[in-house]
């Protein structure tokens, strides 16, 4: 008896270039990019553009920039040809044809050339009646005679598959086992539509086929297709592939599953409010799967080392902002400081030049956890900044606080050492000198120059300001306590 070999895996993502590419898609593109990488395997990028009333313009284009910014890329897809493509499915329509026909001629389909005011009246009736909307099959009863008249006639129609009668339709889902359904309770589906394209329950079927998808990863929403997907295989005559359904992502409330609603959620808008795309990845991988040993921080290599379909966890998780900012502060603070001025160019305001910002960045780097923070954290470096009496001493005497703001301003204009060690030594020898509340003076002091209570360092964030900006802040300051 000869041994054969265990086929090769081969995963794939089709994404749609219908708009951008939802941050759930990209972690099931991960998942099947993984996979495949761990077996040895095939990652393949396959383009279902067969909706051109949605399609974006350069939504293909679009779709393959975001997945190479995440550091991922694919084994065969539109430009890289191999003989399983075209990676495109506008390019495949003949093959798509050639397959329904093949239905046509065993009476596994039909062509339907009900009118969509026919359509829409029957589900007006079903509704009204409670009963479950679907295809009634009123084109399998054609007559061959009617069937080549209606084509004589140039009349639309699409072509349906026949799904067998009271059969039961079963199939094994890696996360879920068994998953079974009657075959009463799935509609004749259309597989081509009037205008000769296919419907993603063909196309997907045809295409996973053809190109030799050992396994299916994707969202749990596809669930209620997989039967009539199941049936394709079974009319054809093919072999099902491995069926693995992840859990959708729920929002950051744990109310629903994350959607545009709550907030943004294409994978490029992470990308834009500063979070790095190697964190992103970390993020996703530990979303519903955890490493044996529990750590969080988990590198792509790693990943797919350790990945496998069956360690899934099998409900939805929580897409939980606060564990992703804390890791994108982890991947920040593993960058050098050059590697992070580099990575903080795109969000650079105006005002700020990358020569104070590399001063600046050592006194922020441990606080920021993204990268869109920088604006924030700067601002009073390179701004003015506007202070109020009720800002300065909220609660203290006016003439308290203008007596230590005179006085630390008449000490600082002395200083010909404007250093970190100097200023600290000089502002706390004052302090101390003059008996005042420690905590009412650099509080003071800190609005006084900065206008805000919470910021790097105080003595360290002076130096780097340099004197004549300390000093103008801190007449600015006493200014407004005197008028």
């Known amino acids: 008896m000869i041994n054969q070999s265990p086929?090769?895996?081969?995963?794939?993502?089709?994404?749609?270039?219908?708009?951008?590419?939802?941050?759930?898609?990209?972690?099931?593109?991960?998942?099947?990019?993984?996979?495949?990488?761990k077996h040895h395997g095939q990652f393949i990028l396959r383009i279902e553009d067969t909706d051109k009333a949605r399609e974006v313009p350069g939504g293909v284009e679009a779709i393959m920039k975001i997945i190479r910014a995440y550091g991922l890329d694919w084994d065969e897809g539109p430009d890289k040809p191999s003989s399983s493509g075209p990676f495109?499915?506008?390019?495949?329509?003949?093959?798509?044809?050639?397959?329904?026909?093949?239905?046509?001629?065993?009476?596994?389909?039909?062509?339907?050339f009900c009118s969509k005011?026919?359509?829409?009246?029957?589900?007006?009736?079903q509704t009204q009646n409670h009963q479950?909307?679907?295809?009634?099959?009123?084109?399998?009863?054609?007559?061959?005679?009617?069937?080549?008249q209606n084509l004589a006639d140039q009349k639309p129609f699409v072509i349906r598959l026949h799904v067998p009668e009271n059969q039961t339709i079963e199939f094994t889902d890696v996360l879920r086992g068994k998953i079974t359904f009657n075959s009463s309770d799935i509609d004749d589906q259309v597989l081509i539509k009037s205008d000769g394209y296919p419907t993603y329950h063909l196309g997907v079927v045809v295409d996973d086929h053809l190109m030799n998808i050992t396994h299916i990863i994707r969202g749990e929403e596809w669930i209620?297709?997989?039967p009539k997907h199941?049936?394709?295989?079974?009319?054809?005559?093919w072999e099902l592939p491995v069926f693995c359904h992840v859990p959708v992502f729920l929002n950051p409330d744990g109310r629903g599953k994350m959607s545009k609603r709550k907030g943004t959620v294409s994978a490029q808008s992470f990308l834009d409010r500063g979070y790095l795309p190697q964190a992103m990845l970390n993020f996703l991988m530990i979303l519903g799967w955890t490493p044996q040993d529990q750590r969080d921080l988990v590198s792509l290599g790693e990943y797919i080392q350790e990945f496998d379909l069956a360690d899934l966890h099998p409900n939805s998780v929580v897409f939980d902002l606060q564990k992703l900012d804390w890791l994108n502060g982890q991947y920040i603070r593993q960058l050098s400081d050059q590697e992070l001025l580099t990575q903080l160019k795109p969000f650079l305001p105006s005002g700020l030049s990358l020569e104070l910002l590399a001063k600046i960045l050592p006194l922020i780097k441990e606080r920021l956890v993204r990268l869109d923070q920088i604006a924030e954290f700067t601002d009073f470096f390179h701004k003015q900044i506007t202070v109020t009496k009720e800002i300065l001493c909220p609660k203290a005497n006016l003439e308290e606080c203008a007596e230590q703001l005179s006085t630390i301003l008449d000490q600082l204009a002395t200083l010909t050492d404007w250093?970190?060690?100097?200023?600290?030594?000089?502002?706390?020898?004052?302090?101390?000198?003059?008996?005042?509340?420690?905590?009412?003076?650099?509080m003071l002091l800190?609005?006084?120059?900065?206008?805000?209570?919470?910021?790097?360092?105080?003595?360290?964030?002076?130096?780097?300001?340099g004197k004549e900006l300390v000093l103008a802040r801190l007449q600015a300051a006493l200014t407004t306590l005197s008028t």
């Not at 003949?94 to 026909?101: I, V």
């Open 419 to 442: 250093s970190t060690t100097n200023l600290e030594s000089s502002i706390r020898q004052t302090q101390s000198d003059h008996a005042w509340s420690k905590s009412h003076f650099f």
């Open 230 to 237: 199941v049936i394709l295989y079974q009319a054809f005559g």
């Open 7 to 37: 086929p090769t895996i081969r995963t794939r993502m089709a994404p749609s270039p219908t708009g951008e590419m939802h941050v759930g898609s990209l972690a099931t593109l991960l998942k099947n990019y993984a996979f495949a990488k």
């Open 88 to 112: 495109i499915q506008s390019e495949r329509l003949q093959l798509y044809q050639q397959h329904a026909e093949q239905l046509l001629n065993e009476r596994k389909a039909y062509r339907c």
């Open 224 to 226: 209620s297709s997989a």
């Open 117 to 125: 005011d026919r359509l829409e009246k029957l589900r007006e009736i």
């Open 446 to 465: 800190r609005l006084a120059v900065t206008g805000k209570k919470a910021t790097p360092p105080l003595f360290e964030t002076m130096a780097v300001m």
């Open 132 to 148: 479950p909307s679907g295809y009634d099959q009123h084109c399998l009863k054609l007559s061959e005679e009617e069937i080549n």
